[in-house]
C-alpha cells in the first residue's frame, strides 16, 4: 500500500476495515475513579459500563498526543489522511494537526504526503470518512483530489443520535449552549444532532425512547438527499436490536448504497451510555 488512514478511536472500525490493512488506530483514553482505560483493541465495553454505572464521579477523555501522531505518521507510505473526532468536541484534530507540523519540520522534503480530516462528526461519521478516502484511493485518485473530494463528502454528511441521557456530555461541557432536560422524571429524550461547524444542537424531543427514534428517523428522511449514492452507518451501544429496527425504520423510508451496524468502541460508548444511538448518512 502507498497510502494509509489514521482514524483516531472514536471511529469505530468494522471488522472488513481492520483487516484490509490500510487502516491504523489513534487511541483516545477515559478516565473512571483515577482507573485510565486505553480505548483499544482490548477495550471491555462491559466491564467499562459497569465501572462507570458504579462510580459517583462523571468519566473524563484525553485525546492522543501530538508525539503519538508522528508515530503513526510513519512507515513507507507516501500518503497519509488522518480523521479525527470534530475539533469543537476534542482537541484529537489540533494535537493530529500540531503532529504533522512537527513530522513535516523534522523529515523535510521527504515526499510523504499527510492531511487531516476535520470529521466535524464523531463515531461512525468518522468511519465513513475513513471509507471514502480509501474509495478515492482504490479509483486511482490523486493525493489532492482525494483531499478535496472527502472534503466536500464531509460538508454533505449528517449525524444523528438519541441517548438515554446526556449526563456525560453535559458534565464534559460537550452541550455548549443547550439547555438541561429533565430526563429522568418525564422520560423525555432528545433527538441530537451536529452542525456544519461540527458542534452538538438538539433537533426534537420526545417522551420515550421508542418515539424519539421514529422522531429521528423521520428527522434523517426529511433532509436525506440523494441517499441511494450514501451508505447508512448506525453505531449503538450495547442494544444491538434498538439498532436493527431504526435500520428497518429507515430503509423502509429510503434507499441506500449500503448499510452497517457496529457496537460503539470506548469513547463513543463513554459519551452516548448504555442504550445510546448514533446514526450518520
Request: glycine share 8%; hydrophobic share 35%.
Amino acid at each position: 500500500m502507498n497510502y494509509k488512514i489514521i482514524v483516531d478511536s472514536c471511529g469505530e472500525l468494522t471488522y472488513r476495515m481492520k483487516k484490509s490493512g490500510v487502516y491504523e488506530t489513534a487511541s483516545l483514553s477515559m478516565e473512571v475513579d483515577g482507573d485510565i482505560i486505553v480505548d483499544d483493541e482490548n477495550f471491555d465495553q462491559a466491564d467499562f459500563l459497569r465501572r462507570v454505572e458504579a462510580s459517583p464521579e462523571c468519566p473524563k477523555s484525553s485525546c492522543p498526543s501530538p508525539e503519538r501522531y508522528m508515530e503513526l505518521y510513519g512507515g513507507d507510505e507516501e500518503r497519509v489522511y488522518a480523521v479525527t473526532l470534530s475539533s469543537e468536541l476534542s482537541g484529537s484534530y489540533n494535537s493530529a494537526q500540531l503532529g504533522r507540523k512537527l513530522w513535516m519540520e523534522e523529515h523535510g522534503e521527504s515526499g510523504k504526503k499527510i492531511y487531516v480530516f476535520n470529521s466535524r462528526s464523531a463515531s461512525v461519521g468518522e468511519t465513513l470518512i475513513g471509507l471514502k478516502i480509501q474509495e478515492c484511493e482504490e479509483n486511482g485518485l490523486g493525493f489532492e483530489e482525494t483531499v478535496s473530494t472527502v472534503e466536500t463528502y464531509i460538508d454533505e454528511q449528517h449525524t444523528y443520535f438519541v441517548l438515554e441521557n446526556l449526563d456525560t456530555l453535559r458534565k464534559n461541557g460537550r452541550l455548549t449552549g443547550i439547555k438541561s432536560f429533565v430526563v429522568s422524571a418525564l422520560n423525555i429524550k432528545p433527538v441530537m444532532g451536529s452542525t456544519p461547524e461540527g458542534t452538538i444542537c438538539q433537533l426534537g424531543q420526545a417522551r420515550g425512547m421508542k418515539r424519539a427514534l421514529a422522531k429521528m428517523a423521520d428527522q434523517i428522511v426529511k433532509e436525506g438527499k440523494t441517499t441511494k449514492d450514501k451508505i447508512l452507518a448506525i453505531a449503538h451501544c450495547n442494544c444491538p436490536e434498538r439498532a436493527r429496527e431504526v435500520e428497518r425504520m429507515l430503509l423502509d423510508k429510503i434507499r441506500v448504497k449500503d448499510s452497517f451496524i457496529v457496537d460503539t468502541a470506548g469513547i463513543s460508548t463513554m459519551y452516548a451510555n448504555d442504550g445510546g444511538i448514533i446514526v450518520v448518512l
